[in-house]
Every structure is written in C-alpha cells, then in structure tokens.
C-alpha cells in the first residue's frame, strides 16, 4: 500500500516532460502534426489567407516560400501566423 501511495505521489507531483504544454493545450507531437490555417503579414500592415495545410512545418515553408515569390527579404517586416484548426476553432491557437 505504501508503495502505491508513492508511485501515485510521483505520477501527479512530477513536472511534464513536454515543454510544450506549458503554453498549449496540445503535446509538441500535436503540434507539429495538426492542421493550420495560415496567414502571410506584409510590411505594410495587410494580411493575405493563404490557404490550409497539414503540420507545423509546412506552414512556415508555404509562408516563407510566399515570401520569397513576393521577393520580400529576411530582413523586411513582414511575418506569418499559423492558426490551428482544433476543437470546433480555425484558429484555435497560433503557432509560428
């Protein structure tokens, strides 16, 4: 009995070990695998939908390969976000 008290003690004191749910709903393998919805920020202020895809990281190659089309530099402002589409949500949370 004793035994099973610590093995319990353990299993609900011990810190995650995915880093990822200390800011997320989801494991970082969740993640890197869901859905997302992305979305391209010119320096200009404007955004542009452009499209939905599967992983993490294929989100930031479609938003960097559109950079590249639009021959925006590294260096210029603009940015990206990829939306999750999760639990009913097409962006459930933002991920880069």
């Not at 011990?14 to 993640?31: A, H, K, L, M, V």
């Not at 890197?32 to 320096?43: E, G, H, L, R, T």
Request: charged residues 20%; contains cysteine.
């Amino acid at each position: 009995m004793k035994w099973l008290l610590i093995i319990l003690l353990i299993y609900f004191l011990w810190p995650s070990t995915d880093e990822c749910r200390e800011y997320s709903d989801f494991t970082c393998e969740e993640i890197q695998a869901a859905d997302y919805n992305i979305y391209f920020s010119f320096p200009s202020g404007s955004q542009e939908y452009l499209g939905q895809t599967s992983g993490l990281g294929s989100c930031g190659d479609i938003a960097w390969g559109y950079a590249a089309e639009k021959e925006l530099s590294a260096n210029s402002d603009w940015g990206y976000v990829c939306c999750m589409i999760a639990n009913g949500s097409s962006c459930y949370e933002k991920h880069r």
